[in-house]
């Protein structure tokens, strides 16, 4: 069975926030795009996925994250990116997909649901979005 994740984060994810996650999710991994680009993913030495990661979606309507995460995850200002992560059932994978979740709401602030709770980001200050870019 598939574990679920949503970083539901403050900022829109730069290119260099998302390759700080895929580093942080762990270097020898390998990683290949499908679906034409709309999913990551992060496979093990077999080349086989432990991580599926889509594009980040914009929301902005207010109450819309409640509305299709339920209650348990607290009040979301919009707007925020929705990024979607899916880890396989593979040993490894769950651990895989929060480390790179994490990573995601350190660098730009917010939160990260799953079926076991809610979990805010865990720096004092995200860095910008645009920190680093012209």
Known sequence: MTYDLVAL?????????VLAGLAAA???????AVSGGAVVQLCGDDNLPLVSIELPL??????EVERMLGTSVGTVD???WWVEIRASARDGAREVAEKYATTLINRLGGKVW??????????ESPQSANEGTD
Request: net charge negative.
């Open 78 to 80: 919009t707007p925020a």
């Open 26 to 32: 762990g270097d020898e991994l390998g990683v290949r």
């Open 114 to 123: 799953t079926s076991a709770g809610t979990e805010t980001a865990r720096s």
């Open 9 to 17: 984060v403050d900022g829109r994810p730069s290119s260099e926030d």
């Open 58 to 63: 914009l929301i902005q309507v207010p109450g």
